[in-house]
């Protein structure tokens, strides 16, 4: 059995959910960034997949596949010190116990 | 537009090309300048204040400048092939970026009246604020799927660093963490959304993607994938506009944030995302064929007039009971966004497609709803630095406490209900009459939701003029900056003159609402070419036979 495009779009959507998922069932903002990180990469490797078995010439999905990781860096390390204030002011990072602006 | 129709490389006039971005240039010079100031000059608050004041003020004058090269259509950059080029410029995106800056001078002039040289941290403050604008500036000027989420990130992130800015504010810690968080999970689906467009598509050009949703929805093909795809960009989107059901971080953020960071996130960043969204909706209209097909983008028209819908009703209601000032116009800043949203409906509609006056509606909506809002939120700024709170109490007796901001402050909360002799009743006039003419169920059901979304919320925003007139519970006298006092009657007035001068405000609106980069000026020879020359990706069976 060769590998072929079916294969990666399968690896991307299980990451894609399994992400989706810590995303709503996580309480900690950490667990969560790790859930966005994994949606982010699973969004590269149909990027890179694509590109690779569905046309020789094609440059946009690497190119865009970088552009995603430059991205993923920036919001976690912003995200990271978000969450570093926030450790500073509550003593927690988890999200139910943030809840002083409600109504 | 001889350089927009280049066919070789050599053919580009790459110095006009540039000209054109030189806005957004202009922009990025001054967050340079901000880095180097302290390093030249110093540190000092009003320092940094005074140098990106002068940025932009720069960008400003090059962007009428710029406003007067694609006043008769638009170019799209530094590309061979037009529908290939990422970024583009024309009436619309100039017209926004001229507000942006407008709106950017406001909100600095508002931070200078309540801060002091001594201020630290001035640099970042103001890095981050021109990075958003930057971000805004972009988000405005593309039909290109990877530039839209890189200029909605580079709007986003500095956003997210600006809500939680106050290092020791507990509020502000909590409210960065939600938006930061609501943020993130949005850009990622987004993100998977349009890898998913790109492998049926084979382009990230939103023009080619429009011919390529029109066509499967015609013929029959697969539909779910792309559907998938499409919604996920959507919630990018409806994300930024602060749309039910992502509105969740917009209270929450813009009560934590600054005052000055809430004004200007309330305005621009809802704004963009609009004009964004309104540009999309365009590329999707022009790739109608004729006007039975019309009928095909139905779910997609029903889909925005129910979020509109929704927004509003749901903004309204929720104000209704805040106690937090603050709150209560982060809510409306929410129903203003769904009076907008129900604007962009109208877009895809046979009767007005392709004519600017939904556009025109939203971007006539967009500036008065940019002075109503620096107006408001600078008085509740002004009472807040004095009073240390942003409760309605704080509120109470205004008119003999500091009757100079009480006036304004009644002025821009009645151009908020939509009033007559305020720009308001203006602004949500033209958006009834495009729905009017839109007519059918939607239109009609929208007209009427509309107005009574209006009557609804004369009865919050009432909530505050009478406690500022009526009552009085015998506080002390307000001490207001002369400048804050200044900033917030200018914009009480630009909102009756513009009232009262509608007829040149239409006349503006309109000038910046036509002659639009759409598919067609994007030369659609090109766009053909372009989804032609990969057959496999446009085959709906390529996935398949990729995968054995």
Redesign the interface.
């Given at each position: 059995m060769t590998i072929g495009l079916t294969h990666y779009l399968v690896v991307a959507a299980v990451m894609f959910v399994t992400g989706l998922f810590t995303m709503m069932t996580k309480r900690n903002a950490i667990g969560i960034l790790i859930g966005v990180e994994l949606v982010l990469n699973a969004a590269t490797v149909n990027f890179v997949a694509f590109d690779r078995y569905l046309g020789p010439d094609r440059l946009d999905g690497q190119i865009t596949a970088i552009f995603v990781i430059v991205l993923a860096a920036a919001e976690a390390a912003l995200a990271v010190g978000i969450c570093i204030n926030v450790y500073k002011n509550l003593s927690t990072v988890d999200v139910d116990r943030a809840n002083s602006l409600r109504g | 537009m001889e350089f927009a129709q280049s066919t070789a490389w050599d053919g580009i006039a790459v110095g006009e090309h540039l000209f054109a971005f030189s806005p957004m240039i202009a922009l990025t010079v001054t967050m340079l300048a901000i880095v180097a100031c302290p390093l030249l000059i110093g540190r000092g608050a009003r320092t940094i204040g005074s140098v990106t004041v002068l940025g932009v003020f720069f960008a400003l004058i090059l962007c009428f400048r710029v406003g007067g090269v694609v006043a008769d259509g638009g170019l799209s950059g530094l590309s061979t092939s037009p529908a290939e080029g990422i970024l583009l410029v024309d009436n619309l995106s100039i017209g926004f970026q001229i507000l942006l800056l407008v709106f950017l001078a406001g909100v600095i002039l508002l931070w200078w009246a309540g801060s002091s040289e001594t201020e630290k941290n001035a640099p970042e403050f103001f890095i981050l604020l021109v990075g958003s604008a930057l971000g805004m500036a972009m988000m405005v000027s593309t039909a290109n799927l990877?530039m839209m989420?890189?200029a909605m990130?580079t709007a986003s992130?500095p956003s997210?660093?600006l809500v939680?800015f106050d290092?020791?504010?507990?509020?502000g810690?909590?409210?960065?963490?939600?938006y930061?968080?609501f943020g993130?999970?949005c850009?990622?689906?987004m993100?998977?959304g349009?890898?998913?467009i790109?492998?049926l598509v084979?382009?990230?050009s939103v023009p080619v993607i429009a011919t390529y949703t029109v066509d499967q929805f015609m013929g029959g093909g697969n539909k779910l994938l792309l559907t998938v795809g499409l919604l996920c960009v959507f919630a990018g989107i409806a994300f930024k506009v602060s749309a039910v059901p992502f509105h969740f971080w917009c209270?929450?953020a813009f009560?934590?944030a600054k005052i000055e960071v809430t004004t200007w996130l309330s305005v621009v960043s809802k704004a963009a995302a609009l004009v964004m969204l309104v540009r999309v909706l365009t590329f999707f209209s022009a790739a109608i064929p004729n006007a039975f097909a019309m009928s095909l983008l139905d779910p997609i028209v029903w889909t925005v007039a129910i979020v509109a819908t929704v927004t509003m009703t749901l903004g309204n209601f929720a104000a209704y009971?805040?106690e937090?000032v603050k709150?209560m116009l982060a809510y409306s800043s929410i129903a203003h966004a769904g009076y907008m949203l129900s604007a962009a409906a109208v877009l895809l509609h046979p009767s007005v497609a392709g004519s600017e006056s939904p556009i025109t509606a939203l971007l006539g909506y967009v500036v008065v709803y940019l002075f109503m809002n620096l107006g408001a939120f600078g008085t509740v700024a002004l009472v807040g630095w004095d009073t240390g709170s942003d409760r309605l109490d704080a509120f109470t007796g205004l008119i003999r406490r500091a009757p100079l901001l009480a006036i304004p402050m009644v002025m821009c909360l009645m151009s908020l209900v939509g009033l007559p002799v305020f720009a308001g009743f203006v602004a949500k006039w033209w958006v009834l009459v495009s729905l009017g003419k839109m007519g059918g169920t939607v239109g009609w059901v929208l007209a009427v939701v509309v107005v009574s979304n209006t009557l609804f919320s004369l009865y919050y925003y009432m909530r505050i003029v009478v406690k500022m007139t009526l009552k009085d519970d015998g506080q002390t006298p307000l001490r207001a900056s002369p400048m804050g006092v200044g900033l917030v009657n200018i914009c009480a007035i630009v909102l009756m003159v513009l009232f009262f001068a509608a007829d040149p405000f239409r006349h503006m609106t309109e000038r910046y609402s036509k002659n639009l980069v759409t598919a067609s000026t994007l030369s659609s020879a090109d766009a053909i070419t372009v989804a032609d020359s990969?057959p496999?990706?446009t085959d709906p069976t390529?996935?398949?036979r990729?995968?054995?």
């Open positions: - | 990877l989420v890189i990130e992130l997210f660093a939680g290092k020791t504010s507990r509020r810690a909590e409210a960065s963490l939600k930061m968080i993130a999970v850009a990622a689906i993100l998977y349009v890898s998913l790109y492998g084979g382009s990230l209270p929450d009560e934590g009971r805040q937090s709150r990969s496999t990706a390529a996935i398949e990729g995968g054995n």
